[in-house]
């Protein structure tokens, strides 16, 4: 069975820190996503990465693939109060041609002035 | 291109009536998923279609929930007769995954909130 963790569940930080949220997927996937929900928004695809290794930026956002330890991180760096919103990780899986697409329980970050 | 459009945005309804959520998605896009959002179980996936055809239901909660997809632009999911249990924001999504080195990146409509008086 695919399942998908996400830690920290919640998460308040500074601004101006670093943090990484991590993404621990239970079974063989090379696809990893990450989503961006602001409140009572709909979610926004952030990342797709396809490999083992990938690596994606975006400002201050930066996702990265380890398909071998089935791990992917999303790192935050010099955190700004509008990156406040809920993070999501999901991974799909090919299988006899139909996709298992799960997400993660997701990430609720809030950044404090 | 106006991205994935869901209809309403907003229902409220009363027990036993029956409720119809719509969904039109990217143009070109060959999936459309179904997720219902609540803070107590998440982001669920009920049903999603490939080129019009359902491929896994698995997450349908019951036989009171029903999804057709009768052409490439139009999707409805039906809940009949609504429960209270059944409050929730439902989104639709839609993806193209079908070329060679595909991958399924996912864009989802406004979503519906439901309310089940």
């Known amino acids: 069975e695919l399942k998908v963790e996400q830690n920290p569940l919640f998460l308040s930080m500074q601004e101006g820190k670093n943090y990484t949220i991590y993404c621990n997927y239970s079974t063989t996937s090379d696809r990893l996503y990450w989503y961006r929900q602001d409140p009572g928004k709909s979610l926004e695809s952030l990342f797709v990465?396809?490999?083992?290794?990938a690596v994606k930026q975006e400002g201050r956002l930066m996702a990265s693939l380890d398909t071998k330890a089935r791990l992917s991180t999303l790192h935050i760096t010099a955190a700004v109060h509008d990156l406040s919103a809920t993070y999501f990780c999901?991974?799909?899986?090919?299988?006899?041609?139909?996709?298992?697409?799960?997400f993660g329980t997701g990430t609720r970050l809030k950044v404090l002035a | 291109d106006a991205g994935v459009i869901q209809s309403p945005r907003h229902e409220v309804t009363e027990m036993g009536q029956e409720v119809t959520l719509r969904c039109k998605p990217i143009?070109?896009?060959?999936?459309l998923f179904w997720y219902r959002q609540t803070m107590m179980r998440g982001l669920e996936l009920l049903i999603y279609f490939n080129n019009n055809v359902p491929i896994d239901d698995s997450g349908m909660p019951e036989d009171r929930f029903s999804a057709k997809m009768p052409n490439a632009s139009f999707s409805t999911l039906k809940i009949q007769p609504s429960e209270p249990r059944d409050s929730a924001v439902y989104f639709c999504a839609s993806s193209f995954a079908s070329g060679i080195n595909s991958y399924n990146e996912q864009f989802f409509g406004p979503g519906t909130r439901l309310t089940v008086l």
């Open positions: 990465l396809l490999s083992n290794g």
């Open positions: 143009s070109g896009h060959d999936y």
């Open positions: 999901a991974v799909d899986r090919l299988t006899s041609g139909t996709y298992k697409y799960i």
